[in-house]
């Protein structure tokens, strides 16, 4: 062997000792440098089998150390104690509502539509099923929604050992019981076990309760339908109750009960030509427990959603009871708003022989501004009537009591009409019917009232409030600009619902959904100088073993205070000379806006003094069906718009509610109303653009006259159409211009007669 042969052997044994590395630029291999020298294959896979045999040996020990417990509490339910903020109990509610069955009482076949949703593999695991729960870790932990994948042996255990707290010692000690039960006890006795436990809402604690709350028959004459949506149901039953589901909640239960169906299919408990012949079965209308007829069942609804909203806890645990959960309700007060929907509305109803007054339902809240608490509300005619609270719906739009939001963001962004002059209560607009925006990706031209044209053309921001004139609002918020104004909405107080057309000026009309309670924390807010007013029904609630940490209801600043007293200086101007001038009173100084709906499926009056603030709100929903219907032609008579029944209602209650009461004036110093802008023309409506409509005296109307101060000059928002020669000198203030609230004692001239266009509420 030659010299170079010599040296090749040695390079190559060199290499075969060499360790293995990634071959460099010239064919070379190195060391494993830095992290990859920590993390190789085989470390890993030991390190995974090292755990999974660390966390065998600690299921081994946690099952010989964790005894399977005695029943929870559930066995011995408390009540839950409801009382009115005067310390007076209003109900007591809480009683168990359970009655145990054995499994023979339930059709086999709504005993496999429980094991189709909830485990198929039920009667092959041993209790717990690891895959699932590591299915359902992942899913918390990747944000797809909390941990899932028990078995039925797990909700078993949970519902009749332990509790529904979400913690990880609770799901640990679920885990370990769940092995020893399963292999104490048959399937069929933890299968009648777990169906005789859970909550299916309505109160009702297992499957013979459930039969009788959803569908009025006993467990043992369930069908497969039915059986298939109580199996459903148990997801969420406050969220699935056919009853009060929002839609979204309506869609998710369906594909659950087609999902128990389908899955029946699968595991072949069900026979496909039959499946595909079963319909969802309506249940039955919820019924109130005794002692919660009429409004208190709506009080305890409100409260309850506010409690569970706050706490985070579910609809079962509330049930358990123990609570005592004192109201903001004032029974004075809640007296006094009954009546007044009695009175004005329900008294003058035919329900029985006349179609429109049957799908009348009459919703109402009031709220104190200075402190956030609901002291009054109204849900409907009773629990077992309409189930659903009519105060906390939110499938109607609000109508014109929107445009008070658009005027407030116009304010607070310092908006400028399309000639570029600031948005002021003083600014002008055309107020044409049928007007094309001007600015906007998106063509609008929305009709006012009757079709009635205002201002020929021009009219001032004030008078356009007081008349809701829809054309001009309509124009203004493309000024704004929508997303703008859907952001104010929700400073003030209003919730961003799927659906709600921020891009769209149709918005201005209040186009998204509300309900009474979101109203009136809009106009809180205005009421309370702009401070955020969160209305909340709970005054306090304790438990023994709980902790209740009550959400403070008036916060910071949500918009300027002189856009809330420039906006409430502008609504004073509806009460006064407006399309709410029914509810103006010498007993107090309000501000308020009507509204109604396209259709006039919904008519609403929203209105404030400085001590109280009301919503009070009509919908037109078809019995039985929940369709959206007109309230045309309601107690007999023609178009029921804001400034009819709500209005009538509103102004009866504030009476009762304020008797004895020094009432205050609005304190407005820091309103600004903007220069004076002269309209061209007539502020007065017209059915056709070239044509003007005078007043009955032959002068132009003021949007807000007032007796003790008339000016000479030919301006139509400061010409009072009741002149008093007495007070004729002399120039106003322009800043008061279309808000001042006229005072009898200082003129003894009669109130003027307003032609009938300015007694019309608005869309």
Same mark, same amino acid.
């Given at each position: ?417 399309q000639d570029k002059k600031p948005i002021t209560p003083n600014a002008l607009y055309d107020g044409t019917s049928k007007r094309p925006v001007v600015g906007s990706k998106i063509p609008f031209n929305p009709q006012n009232q009757d079709n009635k044209n205002y201002g020929d053309p021009m009219m001032t921001v004030q008078e356009a409030t007081n008349y809701s004139v829809n054309s001009v609002y309509a124009q203004m918020i493309v000024d704004v600009k929508p997303q703008n104004a859907k952001k104010t909405a929700l400073q003030l107080g209003m919730k961003d619902r799927e659906g709600w057309p921020e891009d769209k000026p149709a918005m201005s009309l209040g186009t998204m959904s ?179 409509? %005078? /007043? +009955?005296?032959? $002068?132009?109307? =003021? &949007?807000? #006259? *007032? !007796?003790? @101060?008339?000016? %000479? /000059? +030919?301006?139509? $928002?400061?010409? =009072? &159409?009741? #002149? *008093? !020669?007495? @007070?004729?000198?002399?120039? +106003? ?31």
């Amino acid at each position: 062997m030659g010299r170079a042969d010599a040296r090749k052997a040695q390079q190559q044994r060199s290499a075969r000792r060499s360790p293995r590395g990634r071959a460099d630029g010239k064919g070379r291999t190195g060391k494993r440098t830095g992290i990859r020298r920590f993390f190789t294959w085989k470390k890993i896979l030991g390190t995974f089998f090292g755990l999974m045999l660390l966390g065998m040996a600690a299921l081994v020990g946690l099952y010989f150390y964790v005894d399977e417990p005695d029943p929870n509490a559930e066995a011995t339910l408390q009540s839950n104690t409801y009382k009115y903020a005067d310390g007076t109990v209003m109900a007591r509610e809480g009683k168990m509502n359970r009655e145990i069955v054995t499994l023979d009482k339930v059709p086999e076949e709504v005993q496999k539509a429980f094991i189709a949703i909830e485990n198929k593999s039920f009667y092959e695991d041993q209790g717990v099923d690891f895959m699932g729960v590591a299915r359902g870790l992942f899913n918390t932990v990747t944000g797809r929604g909390k941990a899932g994948g028990s078995t039925i042996t797990q909700q078993y255990v949970k519902n009749f050992y332990l509790t529904q707290d979400q913690t990880a010692t609770r799901k640990v000690k679920e885990l370990v019981i769940s092995l020893k039960v399963d292999q104490r006890m048959e399937k069929p006795d933890i299968l009648a076990g777990y169906l005789n436990t859970s909550y299916f809402g309505r109160g009702a604690y297992g499957i013979q309760a459930a039969s009788q709350a959803y569908y009025g028959v006993d467990s043992s004459k369930l069908t497969l339908e039915q059986g298939a949506y109580l199996a459903a149901l148990l997801q969420a039953p406050s969220d699935y109750d056919w009853a009060n589901a929002s839609e979204r909640g309506k869609k998710l239960v369906m594909i659950r009960f087609n999902g128990v169906l389908d899955n029946m299919v699968e595991m072949g408990a069900l026979d496909k030509a039959k499946r595909d012949t079963l319909k969802f079965q309506e249940p039955i209308k919820p019924k109130p427990a005794p002692g919660l007829e009429g409004q208190k069942g709506y009080l305890k609804q409100a409260a309850d959603a506010e409690l569970r909203r706050q706490t985070g806890m579910s609809a079962a645990e509330l049930q358990a009871g123990g609570w005592e959960i004192v109201l903001n309700v004032d029974p004075k007060k809640q007296a006094a708003l009954e009546k007044a929907v009695q009175d004005e509305l329900e008294s003058k109803l035919d329900r029985k022989d006349r179609p429109v007054d049957a799908s009348v339902q009459a919703g109402a809240t009031s709220v104190d501004p200075k402190t956030g608490a609901i002291v009054a509300m109204y849900g409907g005619t009773g629990m077992a009537d309409h189930w659903a609270s009519n105060a906390l719906r939110t499938d109607y739009q609000p109508g014109s009591t929107f445009k008070p939001v658009v005027l407030a963001s116009a304010l607070e962004t310092k908006a400028v009409t399309q000639d570029k002059k600031p948005i002021t209560p003083n600014a002008l607009y055309d107020g044409t019917s049928k007007r094309p925006v001007v600015g906007s990706k998106i063509p609008f031209n929305p009709q006012n009232q009757d079709n009635k044209n205002y201002g020929d053309p021009m009219m001032t921001v004030q008078e356009a409030t007081n008349y809701s004139v829809n054309s001009v609002y309509a124009q203004m918020i493309v000024d704004v600009k929508p997303q703008n104004a859907k952001k104010t909405a929700l400073q003030l107080g209003m919730k961003d619902r799927e659906g709600w057309p921020e891009d769209k000026p149709a918005m201005s009309l209040g186009t998204m959904s509300a309900n009474t309670v979101e109203m009136a924390a809009v106009y809180a807010t205005l009421d309370n100088h702009g401070k955020k007013v969160t209305p909340s029904i709970i005054k306090s609630a304790k438990h023994s073993v709980r902790e209740f940490q009550k959400v403070e209801s008036v916060g910071s600043q949500a918009i300027t205070r002189e856009t809330a007293d420039t906006v409430t200086k502008v609504l004073t101007g509806v009460v006064n000379d407006g399309s709410g001038k029914a509810v103006k009173s010498s007993a107090y100084e309000a501000a308020g806006k009507t509204g109604t709906t396209e259709s006039n499926v919904s008519a609403w009056f929203t209105a404030y003094t400085p001590e109280l603030v009301t919503v009070v709100a009509m919908f037109g929903e078809e019995p039985g069906t929940g369709k959206q219907v007109t309230l045309t032609g309601t107690a007999g008579g023609g178009r029921a718009g804001g400034s009819s029944f709500p209005a009538e209602i509103w102004k009866a209650y504030t009476l009762a509610a304020l008797k004895g009461v020094d009432t205050a004036k609005f304190d407005l110093s820091e309103a600004e109303m903007g220069a004076v802008q002269t309209p061209s023309r007539s502020s007065s409506p017209s059915n056709s653009p070239s044509s003007t409509s %005078p /007043s +009955p005296s032959g $002068s132009q109307l =003021s &949007p807000s #006259p *007032d !007796p003790s @101060k008339v000016s %000479p /000059s +030919p301006d139509p $928002s400061k010409v =009072s &159409p009741s #002149p *008093d !020669p007495s @007070k004729s000198s002399g120039k +106003p203030d322009p800043t008061k211009s279309g808000s001042v609230k006229p005072d009898p004692t200082k003129s003894s001239a009669s109130p003027p007669v307003l032609p009938p266009f300015q007694q019309q509420d608005q869309p």
